[in-house]
C-alpha cells in the first residue's frame, strides 16, 4: 500500500484548505495525459483505493494503486522554493 510522507500530508493539507474542501475530501490520483494527474475530491470514486495517513485521505485509482502499491507519496521543493508531491522507491 502507498506510504504518504509526513511532508506530502502537510502539503495535502494545505492543498485541501485552500480549496475549502468539504470534510471527508482528499487527494485523487488517477492516469492523466503526461503520467499521473492528481486533483481533489470530495469522496472516492467506487473502486478507488483509500489511503488514510497523518490525518489525510488519498484516492487512488485501481490501476494507480497497483503502480504504487510499494512506492512513497513525498513532497520536495523545487529549483524556484515551490512545494510537489513525488513518488518515491
Same mark, same amino acid.
Given at each position: ?6 511532508s506530502?500530508? /502537510?502539503v ?8 475549502d474542501? $468539504? ?7 488517477? $492516469? ?6 492528481? #486533483?481533489?475530491?470530495? +469522496? $472516492? +470514486?467506487q473502486?478507488? /483505493?483509500?489511503?488514510?495517513? #497523518? ?10 494503486? #497497483? ?7 513525498d513532497? /520536495? ?6 512545494? #510537489? ?5
Amino acid at each position: 500500500m502507498l506510504t504518504i510522507s509526513e511532508s506530502a500530508a /502537510e502539503v495535502i493539507k494545505l492543498v485541501l484548505a485552500g480549496g475549502d474542501s $468539504p470534510e471527508g475530501s482528499g487527494l485523487r490520483i488517477a $492516469p492523466g495525459d503526461e503520467g499521473l494527474q492528481a #486533483s481533489i475530491a470530495g +469522496q $472516492p +470514486q467506487q473502486d478507488d /483505493e483509500v489511503v488514510e495517513e #497523518s490525518g489525510v485521505r488519498v484516492f487512488l485509482e485501481p490501476q494507480v494503486a #497497483s503502480l504504487l502499491g510499494d512506492k512513497v507519496l513525498d513532497a /520536495e521543493r523545487d529549483d524556484n522554493g515551490e512545494l #510537489s508531491l513525488a513518488v518515491r522507491d
